[in-house]
């Protein structure tokens, strides 16, 4: 098969695109950087260089595959973070239609079946809903969960304060994912002979904050180590002070205040994957101890 994948050589896209080629695939792998083009040609993928905001680049990459691997690069530098990622999928909607792509494996999210309300899941939202315009395409939405590796933001909080935490507090639930548990259903899915528009959730675990803290302090050698409730004042303040433009910061707060309310785990709760991907919370600590001494 001839399939394009979206995402350069990020945490998702690497390992699927590793997964493809070593099937036997073509695989054309769209980055915004030449500097990844060697990188990507030493995975046996093609480079297919330029923005996601040109359509005919996206047309001219997507045209002629058997299927494409949909997802939308963080842009930190949006004025407005929900039109941003709404109009990049407006951009694959377009560039598909003009392609004549007959498959598509979308990277969705877990809550987002809900409109409005959930940070930057609000426009992927909106992309699930454009791609419901294209006739004739077969689509699935993936909706993982919480990606562990958000998790490695946190690791300058845990050595300069001590602690852990965000504006979702303790024993809040959180189910998590690891992004090489997302590229394997990925893979599957591409390979496979879905029809129509469905959603398929992925998940690795499912636990509290203060289990999390737990077993990421146990792995860093602080056993103590304790979850943290901010208010959302306080964590709009940390993300700010982290670098992290307002408009990002905002909605990250947001995302979080979903996250307390457990709105995002509704739809999942009611169609949730029969077993969890490979990547338990213990696994993804032993990662997590690693960057943390490193």
């Known amino acids: 098969m001839k399939i394009t994948v979206t995402g350069s050589l990020g945490n998702i896209s690497k390992p699927l695109a590793t997964q493809l080629v070593k099937a036997g695939h073509q695989v054309t792998i769209i980055s915004s950087s030449p500097d990844k083009a060697e990188a990507i040609k030493a995975l046996g993928a093609i480079p297919a260089i330029g923005s996601v ?3 005919a680049f996206l047309t001219g990459a997507f045209k002629g595959a058997d299927a494409i691997y949909t997802m939308v690069p963080n842009n930190f530098s949006a004025a407005n973070y ?3 990622i709404g109009g990049v999928g407006e951009n694959y909607a377009e560039a598909i239609k003009a392609a004549g792509v007959a498959k598509v ?4 999210s877990i ?3 809900i409109d409005g309300g959930t940070g930057p899941i609000s426009g992927i939202h909106d992309v699930e809903q454009t791609y419901r315009q294209l006739d004739g395409v077969a689509i699935k939405h993936l909706r993982p969960a919480f990606f562990y590796t958000n998790l490695l933001g946190n690791i300058d909080m845990i050595k ?3 602690f852990l ?3 979702y507090g303790d024993n809040s639930r959180v189910v998590l994912v690891h992004p090489n ?3 394997e259903v990925a893979a599957e899915e591409l390979q496979s002979n879905f029809t129509g528009t469905s959603v398929r959730y992925i998940s690795s675990d499912d636990r ?3 289990e999390i803290a737990s077993v990421l302090g146990v792995a860093i050698g602080k056993p103590d180590l304790k979850w943290v409730d901010f208010t959302d004042e306080q964590a709009l303040q940390g993300i700010e002070q982290a670098g992290l433009p307002a408009e990002i910061a905002r909605n990250y707060v947001e995302m979080g205040t979903a996250v307390k309310s457990a709105i995002l785990w509704e739809d999942y709760d009611q169609h949730k994957p029969a077993q969890f991907g490979k990547t338990k919370l213990e696994d993804f600590a032993v990662e997590f101890g690693r960057k943390f001494n490193g």
């Open 82 to 84: 929900r039109q941003y």
């Open 181 to 183: 548990d997302i590229a």
């Open 105 to 108: 494996v979308n990277l969705s």
């Open 111 to 113: 809550g987002a079946h």
């Open 165 to 167: 935490g965000a504006n």
């Open 208 to 210: 509290t904050t203060n």
């Open 160 to 162: 300069h304060l001590g």
């Open 53 to 55: 905001d040109d359509v």
